[in-house]
Structures are given as structure tokens and as C-alpha cells.
């Protein structure tokens, strides 16, 4: 069986492994442009940076997805890094600093705008919005693709190399969200705590970059200065990413908010209608309302 990188490579046009998910893409971009198109016509508007850096961020899992895009030759590791740092870590990116959260909560219906904010306030939501299990999810995916015998596997099983991608643009996107999406996210840590993490998840890819490069604990069957060339770009390229995402932690962090405590006692909010879901209402028009000042 041809490896799945070469077979899809070798066909003369873009298979159905492609079209389904760019097609994708391209409806989810076409959405977004007509919330934003709407939210614009509203007194608050909307931002045209935001439109500007969700397009940029399906633009780049659109460039990661078409072998025909691809700047490197088929079947090349570094071709393979290349893929999956725009996947996890450059893509996912572009897609939270569009805030899509932000413009659904303004663009749906109230009901469903509810569903959304006993999802972001749930249990589920506390533990995988939390900066530490993207982390986790990110640099253990990482280490069980290239040092274990599972890089092999997807390069043999058509199924298994897509849902790596998957895995990885969702823990690329978990992370990015947790440290610094201007979407609420109601359980998400301190700044100085996140920009722990963020260090963290620097040095964590620093040492399996020099781990690929060195060929240590490696079980990923390229030659020698395939490895080293896809460790430079994981290095190098990864550092990129990351030092992008502190400067998004920084322009996104509002600290004014901490000024608005300290002015005193906060009115009391007038109560609700006794209807058993008066905390997931007053849930979602707090996170309407904090995202009025994004």
C-alpha cells in the first residue's frame, strides 16, 4: 500500500479527501462573512481586523489541505511539518482572533445563543478550555505522532492521517482559544498563569524539535536530513507562532476591567423570571455584554 502523503500527491486532481473539507471551509467562511456583514450594519459593528484574521486562518488550513499548495515535494517530511504547523498552530490562530464565539452570540437566535452559553459554563468546557489540557492535548499528540510507531500508521491508513489533522487543528484551537481568544471564555485562567503556559508550551516544543533533530526516541522512517530540515521548521517556525500568540495575549488583555471592580459595590442585577434558567440567561448576557467592549 503507497503511503497516504504519495498517493495523494500522485493523483492528477484534488481527491475527495480534499474537497469535502475545503468545501467545508469555504461555507464556514461564507457564514461568518454574513453574520459580520450584518453585525456591521448594527451600532455596535464589527471589526473588519476580526473578518480579516478568521478568512486568513481558514485561507491557511486551505493552503495546508491541497497537496497542489504544498512548497515542498510529496512525500517529504519537512512537506509533513510544514502541513502541521499551519494545521495546529497557525490556522487555529487566524480562527480565534476572528472571535467566532463573540459573532455567533450576536447573530443567533436567544435560544440558541442559551445552548451556547451553558455549553462555554459547563463542566466539559471548564476542563477543555483550560490552557493546561490544550497543552496536553498539543505536545502529547505531538509526542505519540512522532515517538511512537503512529506516524507510520498514518502514512498506511487514509483515515487515521485526517483524524491526526482533526486532533491537531482542535487542540491547536483549544490552546490558542484558553490563552488568548477575545471570545469569553468564563473558567479561563489569569493572564500571568497563561503566560506561564505559554512559556511552557515554548520550551516544550524547543525539546521535541532538538529531539527530532538529534534522532532521539524517534520512530519516524526519513532520512536523516529530512528530520533535521522538518525539526529546523518545528524550531523555528514554532517559536513564530507562539511569540504571535504572547503578542495576542497582550493586545487582547484588558485590565481596565480589575479599575471597574475597585470603583465600588456594583449595582445588583434585576432579577429574572423564576424560569430555571435564570443563571444560563444571565450567563449569556454577561458574556454579550463584556464582548461589547472587544
Given amino acids: 500500500m503507497k503511503p497516504v502523503h504519495e498517493s495523494a500527491a500522485l493523483q492528477a486532481g484534488i481527491g475527495p479527501e480534499t474537497i469535502v473539507p475545503v468545501a467545508g471551509l469555504v461555507v464556514l467562511a461564507l457564514c461568518y462573512l454574513v453574520f459580520a456583514a450584518r453585525q456591521r450594519m448594527e451600532p455596535r459593528g464589527w471589526s473588519s481586523w476580526r473578518t480579516a484574521s478568521f478568512l486568513a486562518g481558514a485561507g491557511l488550513l486551505v493552503l495546508a489541505l491541497v497537496p497542489a499548495l504544498a512548497p515542498l515535494p510529496p512525500g517529504d517530511f519537512r512537506g509533513h511539518m510544514y502541513q502541521h504547523l499551519l494545521i495546529g498552530m497557525y490556522a487555529p490562530l487566524g480562527l480565534v482572533l476572528g472571535a467566532p464565539v463573540t459573532l455567533a452570540l450576536r447573530s443567533l437566535p436567544r435560544r440558541h445563543g442559551r445552548v451556547v452559553g451553558r455549553v462555554l459554563h459547563s463542566g466539559a468546557s471548564r476542563v477543555l478550555s483550560h490552557p493546561v489540557t490544550a497543552l496536553i492535548?498539543?505536545?502529547?499528540?505531538?509526542?505519540?505522532?512522532?515517538?511512537?510507531?503512529?506516524?507510520?500508521?498514518?502514512?498506511?491508513?487514509?483515515v487515521l492521517h485526517h483524524l491526526v489533522h482533526l486532533h491537531f487543528l482542535a487542540a491547536g484551537y483549544l490552546f490558542a482559544y484558553s490563552v488568548a481568544s477575545p471570545d469569553p471564555a468564563p473558567h479561563r485562567p489569569s493572564v500571568p498563569a497563561r503566560l506561564v503556559i505559554l512559556g511552557v508550551a515554548i520550551a516544550g516544543h524547543a525539546l521535541l524539535a532538538q529531539l527530532l533533530y538529534a534522532g532521539l526516541f524517534v520512530q519516524v522512517p526519513v532520512p536523516a536530513a529530512e528530520l533535521r530540515g522538518a525539526a529546523d521548521l518545528m524550531y523555528y517556525s514554532g517559536d513564530i507562532a507562539e511569540l504571535l500568540l504572547a503578542l495576542a495575549l497582550v493586545t487582547t488583555w484588558r485590565p481596565q476591567h480589575r479599575a471597574i471592580r475597585t470603583q465600588g459595590p456594583a449595582k445588583a442585577a434585576p432579577s429574572l423570571p423564576a424560569t430555571g434558567r435564570g443563571e444560563e440567561i444571565r450567563g449569556v448576557e454577561t458574556l454579550e455584554i463584556a464582548n461589547k467592549q472587544a
Avoid: V
Fill in 137 to 158: 492535548l498539543s505536545l502529547g499528540g505531538l509526542a505519540l505522532l512522532y515517538f511512537t510507531p503512529l506516524y507510520t500508521m498514518t502514512t498506511e491508513n487514509e
